[in-house]
């Protein structure tokens, strides 16, 4: 070995140590963070990811002296690969919090590997019900779709809805949505003739508005994915379903703000029930919803975004309480109970079911300057998800 | 009950339109072209930039639709799609079902993965009614325009193809290609002006259909399923087996999901399956007369 390379390899040597020496000194904190960013669900991974990394920008990258780093995977909505993903990520990348979940299978088949291998799973979409009783490291920052379909069926017998169509999509959230909608519209004295399920790669909905449109309820109410919503709205206005006196309610995701703008006039007066709007009236929220069109180009965050947002708000709560020392059941514990002003309203996470209770607004599409909006004008406080009361 | 047929011919007639290109390299070049789907969203996907991005009024965008979709299928046949033709059919399959696959990934990655909306023109959003009680004929507009535009080009077809020079040509090409070409037919042209006119009406399907059937870059593999349901019942040998083929799986699935819901999705495939035990070669073919 000559002279250079010997002072080559000890430069080499020196940095590694170096480098050694500082991870030893605070080891950075990792969230692995699962996201569909490719395929049919991929404006939820971008919401998410978007408002993640939002959050970070806004405070900090270090928090109680740990540095947080986020790895995002793409797991293109295939449960096996989400799997796959976090294992990967609890084994090889040794990551403290498994974070994201875009749709409910993939949480499902995380959920295992969370409770073997004690790493809390922050789940920021995925919304059936059953998903934090999978494993008792699971908590929850987006919602629950009982909780804002119970929401609804409250408010539509007050304003002189009696009778009422449900169309879901024909999967777990939608399941979840008829059942809990039907059962309290029911309990409030609501007839429900007809429960109709399209199937998830539903090429025409026009038999099943045509039968509704036949049944003459006083209301449809759906739940499909918000890229089908726009569909059943337009094709709902075309059948002049509105003209016959049939009114059009649904759960927030069918007029997902991600999507509102495109969908034309079509959606103008549908009442709807969700968590969150961009629209909501609160310094906060105006500020979020700046920062975070400001930071991706114009794009309007929409639900998932805020999932993403106060999931990693959690994270950081969690980092704090246990002083960025803690670990696996001692995160999990600081996260039970964490309350805080959201941009969407005040939250507090429930420390017996570790599933998140919030406020449920009531929304009509509005157009104001040219745009599509969700303006709430109505409010039913702190609704904790009504899947975990039986 | 009639606006249950009517919204059933107007799906119908958009499968057809769709399926209408597969049938004719499937079943007069014997070509499985899976990556049919792809000129398809290719059509689809066109109208809606169009719309979106340079507000191209949506009845220019149509014949843009079939243009693009025809010239991109002209090239790909020239190149690729060619040196197949004596290749064995599961050759074909791979090659078209990659093809297929590369498509979605590209659309996915230039244009991203959301449903695409379009809005329509005001006049074609409209309804009319006739009649009232159960023989209410209730008929939204744009589905109308969509059952004149495929009577319109069916007639044209069949008259293109049984009539014309150019429709006897083909038909000799397609039956012995050696003969064909010893009488003096272009038959590379003949071929290469055939594909390129299925991919260019799989182009237009797509842009009517991106209304009623949603378009996204999983479209050629949604629908995927449905061109083959109609060519196999159809038979491919030809146009009006496919027509009569998609009218009657579009009535059926319209009919099926309203009276029986909960059945509802699978009706066309139980459609199929009897057909197609009662005349494996399909409703209308050379093989089930000989």
Redesign the interface.
Known sequence: MNKRNLLRATACAALLASGGLAFAQGAPFKVGLILPMTGQQATTGRQVEAAARLWIAQNGDTVAGRKVELIVKDDTSLPDMTRRLAQELIVNDKVDVLAGMGITPSALAVAPLATQSKTPLVVMAAATSSITQASPFIVRSSFTLPQVSVALADWAPKNGIKNVVTLVSDYGPGIDAEKFFKERFQFNGGKVPESLRVPLRNPDFAPFLQKVRDLKPDALFVFVPSGAGAAVMKQFAERGMDKAGIRLIATGDVTDDDQLNDMGDAAVGVVTSHHYSAAHPSAANKKFVEAFQKANNGLRPNFMAMGGYDGMRLIYDAIKKTGGKGKGEALVNAMKGDMFESPRGPVLIDAQTRDITQNVYLRKVEKKDGQLWNVEFDVIKDVKDPGKTK | ML??LF?GI??GMLLFILALGLAVTMGLMNFINLAHGAFAMAGGYVTVLLM?RADVPFLVCLPIAFVVPALLGAVLERTLYRPLYHKPHLDQVLFSIGLTFMAVAAV?FFV????Q?I?LPQWL???T?IGSGAWTL?M?H??LFIIAVCAALTIALQYVLSRTRFGSRLRAAVDDQRVAAGMGINVNVVFLTTFAFGSGLAGLGGALGA????L?P?FPL??MI?FLIVVAVGGTSSITGPLLAALLLGIA??????YI??L??FIVYTLMIAILIWRPQGLFSRGAKA
Not at chain 2, 112 to 115: N, V
Not at chain 2, 211 to 214: A, D, I, K, S
Not at chain 2, 253 to 258: I, L, M, P, Q, S
């Open positions: 606006t249950i919204d107007a799906y979106q996915d991203g993965s959301t449903q909306l809005q959003r409209g309804r009614e209730g939204g744009y589905r209304e009623v059937l949603g996204d999983t949604k629908f449905y699935d319209v009919a099926g999901k309203y819901p909960k509802g999705a």
